[in-house]
């Protein structure tokens, strides 16, 4: 089995690699005129080039490329599964970037991903298991695998693509629930059972790989992504990440045993594969609330809106780089609700706990009708006059003259109706 160091080098390549290919892709989009104009759904103010799911893809095969090399990671490339690893992933980056181009619609993307989907399944890549929280844990049918692969793969893509809106978020938390997870998934082939080390993953897994490559693909970008961008990862990057996500969640929470009750009954009475949403509670919040909210409107799916929890943190005041860092601080702390009673082996009522505890915080904080309350209570200054939000949150009358409100690009959007 590789050591993590081994494992830190692969990422490390994959960061380095996407780090330096960014900024001759960069040049190339201006050229290539592969840039997003600023309007009325979007934050950003300038004209900004979109492919940077390039660069990241780049990243992606040297770090693959490296791992091969490496003699370390021979077990993992005796099975067809980092092949079928590395065609899904041509197939939907392909997809992505060939809509930052010249646009796709919404079936084709969609099929496209269920073609990713299939490779995956066809080269094995796929869950053995899968557990209903609060009421059983199922080992799949051969019927049944091809369509929780498209299922997982659509769901994942989804949120990922759903949370890149403003600068650098995307990245932040794939970067921290991907590290998270690769955490959890090398103390599961590492477990120490009364002294004797033992493996609760089915092995060769390529979870762990999987997971510290995205790690270093969003490390790599975002300095180049992070507020003001230079460059966005565009769908190509996005869903790129959103496979790497699903491949890693699946072939770790849907391989991993819930027989063995290693970290206490309570606590994998909700694992495996309560764990990765967990982890990227964000973007999966993110992805129900689109639905709940484009489903009432009777809208479809893939109609754009600015009601995603980053534009929720924006219309109460936050600019960019601080909402961007608070849905950072959500993932880490999901993320350190799982790792907690992973390594000290106890702690699962903490894991409750604090999941309900969550919850409650981002309901109370992002529910519409709270918000809307405030906008009532703050609504007018005591003459009259509508308040509004300019950048970081200070209030200003709408009133006076333009020229004092507060600027800076990171401005929020005004309220929007729910």
């Known amino acids: 089995m590789p050591r993590t160091t081994e494992y830190l080098v692969i990422g490390a390549c994959a960061a380095g690699t996407t780090f330096l290919l960014t900024y001759p892709v960069r040049f190339l989009a201006v050229r290539c005129g592969w840039v997003v104009e600023p309007d009325e759904r979007r934050v950003h103010t300038v004209t900004t080039p979109d ?12 770090a693959m490329l490296v791992a091969r ?8 490339f005796s099975t067809s599964e980092l092949a079928g690893v590395v065609l899904a ?17 919404a079936p084709a993307k969609v099929a496209g991903t269920v073609v990713a989907g299939l490779v995956l399944w066809w080269l094995g890549v ?3 298991y899968f557990r209903l929280p609060l009421v059983d844990v199922y080992v799949l049918a051969n019927d049944w695998v091809p369509l929780i692969t498209i299922v997982w793969l659509l769901g994942m893509t989804q949120a990922i693509n759903l949370i890149d809106g403003l ?12 590290g998270a997870f ?10 120490d059972v009364l002294g004797v080390p033992q493996d609760f993953l089915a092995e060769p897994n390529v979870g762990p790989l999987v997971c510290i490559i995205a790690v270093g693909l969003c490390v790599g970008f975002l300095p180049h992504n992070f507020n003001p961008a230079k460059i966005f990862m565009g769908d190509g990057g996005a869903l790129l990440l959103g496979l790497l996500m699903a491949v890693a969640t699946s072939v770790v929470g849907g391989r991993t045993d819930p027989a063995n009750l290693l970290f206490g009954q309570s606590y994998f009475f909700f694992a495996p594969l309560f764990i990765p949403l967990l982890i990227l509670g964000v973007p999966v919040l993110d992805t129900l609330f689109a639905i709940i909210r484009r489903t009432s409107r009777r809208q479809h799916f893939a109609t754009a809106d600015k009601g995603h929890l980053h534009h929720r943190l924006m219309n109460l005041g936050h ?13 880490g702390l999901l993320s350190a609700l799982v790792l907690y009673p992973v390594y000290t082996n106890n702690g699962a009522s903490l894991a409750v706990i604090g999941l309900l505890a969550a919850g409650l915080g981002l309901f109370t904080v992002l529910h519409p009708e709270a ?48």
């Open 51 to 62: 492919v940077g799911g390039i660069a990241m893809f780049g990243g992606f095969l040297v």
């Open 69 to 76: 090399l490496m003699g370390s990671f021979d077990a993992l």
């Open 89 to 105: 992933a041509c197939v939907i980056f392909l997809v992505g970037l060939f809509d930052d181009i010249r646009d796709v619609s």
């Open 126 to 128: 796929t869950m053995q």
């Open 167 to 178: 600068d650098g978020l995307a990245a932040g938390i794939v970067a921290i629930g991907a």
């Open 182 to 191: 690769f955490l959890y998934s090398r103390k599961l082939q590492a477990v």
């Open 319 to 331: 600019g960019q780089r601080r909402s961007v860092m608070i849905l950072w601080l959500w993932t």
């Open 371 to 418: 918000r809307r309350s405030r906008s009532r209570l703050a609504g007018t200054n005591g003459t009259g006059h509508v308040v509004t939000y300019g950048g970081h949150g200070v209030p200003h009358d709408a009133t006076s003259d333009p020229s004092t409100a507060p600027g800076g690009d990171d401005r929020g959007p005004e309220e929007l109706e729910m």
